[in-house]
């Protein structure tokens, strides 16, 4: 498969009143042609702030993309991008779907003009053309009555119908790449099937690759090909949907894991639940960034980054438990057996 984008090194803070937030910290992905690579962690690790540096979205100031960073779309930097060049990549070959349907709509603005707003400026359409393209995506997104719905304010439309309007203006233009940053943030669980179902057969459709961008595990289960797991600003574990499911090998992971509800679980039974919080990015730690809430910590965590351990071909992973000097660890129940450095492997 062809890399449609590759992002080496980067690094991006944000310059407050309080000093100098490192909010992204040497952060490397690539993403395939056609494929779904999710982006999971919980909320201010830096997973929004990566997927809006692809597009070149992020105010400087206050935020900086450090120096040596690359974000290489089809194989040319979008840094060194001018504004013409920016103005096709966003939209026309890269689009994203914001994270609250609610409020990413303009209010003012009918829900057909919208979608058809981006195809009148990457697709050189006519205002007809474009709104009679736009009933057809609506339409294509499954909004009832599209042709009625396009003439109407984004106050109309439930939250469920926001989120499939707002997916009908990003793949309207049939871009490369589709970021979805949380598309499923405030839908209750039947329409959250819908959407992500949506967006794979869409995808299958269109041939476009996808970044998914979620703090819960649960929702890329079935769509993701590869899954990334970031904290503090650094991904921390990288394999593929079947690895991360039945073969985890952070801590961190095997929290998350623990956290998503199970079918076969006991109604009164409690979720697990991460104690402690993430480090203050304006000071990062010395050592792992998950080490103050780890319960398997080793006093080497604190001193020294983890090194990056490769599990499998498509697996890695930054955690000294992997060491192949480190003590056995038993993986929390459900989650496999013990891993053990190279024993595991």
């Not at 709509?105 to 009148?120: C, F, H, R, W, Y």
């Not at 939250?159 to 839908?187: F, H, N, Y």
């Not at 071909?313 to 038993?330: G, I």
Request: with cysteine.
């Amino acid at each position: 498969m062809n890399k449609i984008l590759d992002v080496k090194k980067l690094k991006i803070s944000f310059h407050t009143y309080a000093g100098e937030v490192q909010a992204v910290r040497g952060v490397d992905f690539h993403l395939y042609e056609g494929e779904t690579l999710a982006i999971v962690g919980e909320s201010g690790c830096g997973k929004t702030v990566t997927s809006k540096s692809i597009m070149r979205l992020l105010p400087t100031p206050p935020a900086e993309i450090k120096e040596g960073a690359e974000i290489n779309f089809n194989g040319k930097n979008v840094l060194n991008f001018n504004a013409k060049e920016l103005k096709k990549l966003r939209g026309g070959e890269i689009a994203m779907i914001f994270q609250d349907p609610m409020t990413s709509l303009n209010p003012t603005m009918k829900v057909g003009d919208q979608v058809a707003e981006s195809l009148i400026i990457h697709r050189n359409m006519s205002k007809k053309e474009a709104f009679e393209e736009a009933v057809k995506m609506l339409d294509l997104v499954g909004i009832p009555s599209a042709r009625k719905r396009a003439s109407e304010y984004p106050n109309q439309y439930s939250g469920g119908m926001r989120q499939r309007a707002m997916i009908a203006i990003a793949l309207s233009c049939r871009p490369k790449v589709l970021i979805a940053d949380e598309p499923t943030t405030a839908l209750d669980v039947t329409i959250q099937a819908q959407i992500m179902k949506l967006i794979k057969e869409l995808q299958i459709d269109l041939g476009t690759a996808v970044i998914l961008v979620t703090h819960d595990l649960g929702v890329v289960a079935g769509v993701a090909d590869r899954i990334q797991v970031m904290y503090a600003g650094e991904i921390i574990e990288r394999g593929t949907r079947r690895e991360i499911f039945y073969n985890p090998q952070h801590p961190y992971t095997w929290a998350l894991l623990r956290s998503v509800p199970k079918v076969d679980q006991e109604i009164k039974s409690s979720l697990y639940s991460l104690n402690g919080t993430p480090p203050d990015l304006l000071y990062p730690p010395k050592g792992c960034a998950f080490a103050n809430r780890c319960e398997f910590c080793m006093p080497i965590c604190k001193e020294n980054v983890p090194e990056l351990t490769v599990v499998s071909d498509t697996q890695t992973v930054n955690c000294w438990l992997q060491h192949k000097k480190a003590p056995k660890v038993e993986k929390p129940l459900g989650l496999g057996g013990t891993i053990h450095g190279q024993e595991n492997r």
